[in-house]
């Protein structure tokens, strides 16, 4: 069965200040990984994706996740938070392939962006 | 805006109870989910249904049973529950298992 590690429960950081949260995960095969997002009050929303090609993914809020495959790791960036990036971040994976409705989350990393 | 909503938003119950979660998808997908997030722990896949049909039960106690009459609707059918059943409730849909899932807002669940 599949992992997953979200190396910080909590960051704090000011506004503008470059954002790399850490995702490790674990699995013997592979793999399509996610970033989703929950901000204060609302729904899991999904940030970005990787099934295949490019391994530097682009997704909404100027967010980008580069996926590694030698580290097992799907971190994710921005060069410049604001303040309404404050949210709970959670990275996910799936085996690519048979059972690959088995989402497995991280424990989530809240972040706090001060003004 | 949500694609999939839930209801009711928050529950409170008692552990010789009975009441049922619902979950409705708006998106045309045809597989759906429902997960649960406990404080402090990673969100746990409890139950997927494909085309209505049950393709995992995650080890998860019979005081959970649910139902999925149709593609765009989805039940979590609550009885005799312990206060360590007390999360968030998460319903999620996809287009096909191995699409990726969209969640709704979550019921609160707390047991007394």
């Known amino acids: 069965a599949q992992s997953v590690s979200q190396h910080n429960h909590h960051v704090i950081l000011s506004e503008a200040a470059s954002l790399e949260l850490g995702c490790n995960y674990s699995?013997?095969?592979?793999?399509?990984l996610f970033w989703y997002v929950q901000y204060p009050g609302q729904h899991l929303q999904l940030l970005l994706k990787y099934f295949s090609g490019d391994p530097l993914v682009k997704g909404i809020k100027g967010f980008e996740a580069e996926f590694i495959k030698s580290k097992f790791s799907f971190n994710l960036r921005k060069p410049s938070v604001q303040w309404s990036d404050t949210a709970e971040y959670f990275c996910?994976?799936?085996?690519?392939?048979?059972?690959?409705?088995?989402?497995?989350f991280g424990k989530g990393t809240k972040l706090s962006v001060i003004p | 805006e949500t694609g999939v909503t839930q209801t009711p938003r928050h529950l409170v119950m008692g552990m010789t109870n009975k009441k049922s979660l619902k979950c409705e998808q708006h998106l045309g997908h045809n597989a759906m989910y429902w997960y649960k997030q406990s404080a402090k722990k990673p969100l746990e896949l409890m139950f997927v249904y494909s085309l209505e049909e049950r393709v995992e039960n995650n080890s998860v106690p019979s005081r959970f049973s649910p139902e999925c009459p149709n593609s765009s609707h989805l039940f979590l059918h609550l009885h005799t529950l312990q206060p360590e059943d007390s999360a968030l409730y998460l319903c999620?849909?996809?287009?096909?298992?191995?699409?990726?899932?969209?969640f709704g807002p979550g019921t609160r669940l707390t047991v007394l």
């Open positions: 996910a994976v799936t085996p690519r392939g048979a059972g690959s409705y088995q989402l497995t």
């Open positions: 699995y013997g095969g592979t793999v399509n």
């Open positions: 999620a849909s996809s287009q096909g298992l191995t699409d990726t899932q969209y």
